[in-house]
C-alpha cells in the first residue's frame, strides 16, 4: 500500500525536504504540491491524496483555518516552525505535528502512524467475504458441486461415502471423516459414526431416530446427548 501525498507549505526549502523525504520512504508516493491552502483546495478534489503535509503559518489563510473551514479533508500531518501550536493541531483530529526542522527519523515515525491508520480504516470498510455455499467431490470422474443446503445427510460405508442430496445419491471415495472437514460445523453435525446430518433438514427427532428427508437415521449411543444438547439448546417450547 502506498499513500499519495500532497505538500501544502509557503516555504520552498520545506517543500524541498518534504518532497525529498516522500521519495526516499517506499510506501509514500508525491501527488503534488501548493505554496498556499486556496491553491490546495482544487488538488485535493482533482487528486484525491490520502495525506496532507500541511504549514501553519502561511499567507492568505493559515493551516488552522484551512483545517477549520475545510470539510471532510485527507489524513494531515502539520509542519511547522512553531511548537505551540500541537495542542491545536490534535484536538483537530491530525495524525501527528513536525516542529522545523525534523529529521527524517520523526518523518518516519508519522508517517507510519498514517499508513497504519489507513490500513485500518481500509480494513474495516472491506465488506468481510461471503461465506462459501458449496463444495466439491470427485464423482464417476467427475468433479461434482454440492451446494450445502440441498445436501441431506452422510452415510459411511466401507471405503467411500455416499452424499444423499435432495436430488441425487453420490458415491465418493472419502472417509467420513473427511468429509467432515469439509461441511461448516454451523450446519452439520455427526450423530452416529457411520452419519453426518443437515441439522436444518431434520423434520422431526422420534426417541432416538432422527427424520431427514424420506429417511429415518439413528443416532449412536456416544453421540445422543451431544445431538441433543445442539439441535435443542434453546429451542425446545415446552407447556408450562
Known amino acids: 500500500m502506498k499513500l499519495k501525498c500532497l505538500i501544502i507549505d509557503d516555504e520552498p526549502i520545506a517543500r524541498k525536504l518534504l518532497k525529498e523525504y516522500i521519495e526516499e520512504t517506499d510506501f509514500l508516493e508525491l501527488a503534488g504540491a501548493a505554496e498556499n491552502p486556496l491553491k490546495a483546495t482544487g488538488l485535493i478534489n482533482s487528486l484525491e491524496p490520502d495525506l496532507l503535509f500541511l504549514d501553519i503559518n502561511m499567507p492568505k489563510m493559515s493551516g488552522m483555518d484551512f483545517l477549520r473551514s475545510v470539510p471532510n479533508l485527507p489524513m494531515v500531518i502539520m509542519t511547522t516552525a512553531y511548537g505551540q501550536y500541537a495542542l ?36 474495516k470498510m472491506s465488506p468481510a467475504a461471503a461465506p462459501a455455499d458449496h463444495f466439491f467431490v470427485k464423482c464417476d470422474g467427475k468433479i461434482v458441486k454440492i451446494l450445502y443446503d440441498e445436501l441431506l445427510y452422510v452415510e459411511a460405508m466401507a471405503n467411500y461415502i455416499v452424499l444423499f442430496t435432495t436430488t441425487d445419491k453420490l458415491i465418493v471415495y472419502l472417509t467420513i471423516k473427511g468429509i467432515l472437514e469439509k461441511l461448516p460445523a454451523t450446519q452439520f453435525i455427526q450423530v452416529h459414526k457411520s452419519y453426518i446430518v443437515n441439522t436444518r ?35 425446545l417450547f415446552r407447556r408450562k
Open 88 to 123: 491545536d493541531g490534535f484536538e483537530m483530529a491530525v495524525v501527528d505535528y513536525l516542529v522545523k526542522p525534523f529529521s527524517l527519523d520523526r518523518f518516519l515515525k508519522a508517517t507510519q502512524k498514517a499508513l497504519a491508520l489507513k490500513s485500518l480504516k481500509d480494513k
Open 201 to 235: 433438514k431434520i423434520k422431526s427427532i422420534e426417541g432416538n431416530t432422527l427424520c431427514i428427508g424420506g429417511a429415518k437415521i439413528s443416532m449412536g449411543l456416544n453421540y445422543t446427548e451431544n445431538v441433543m444438547d445442539v439441535l435443542l439448546n434453546g429451542k
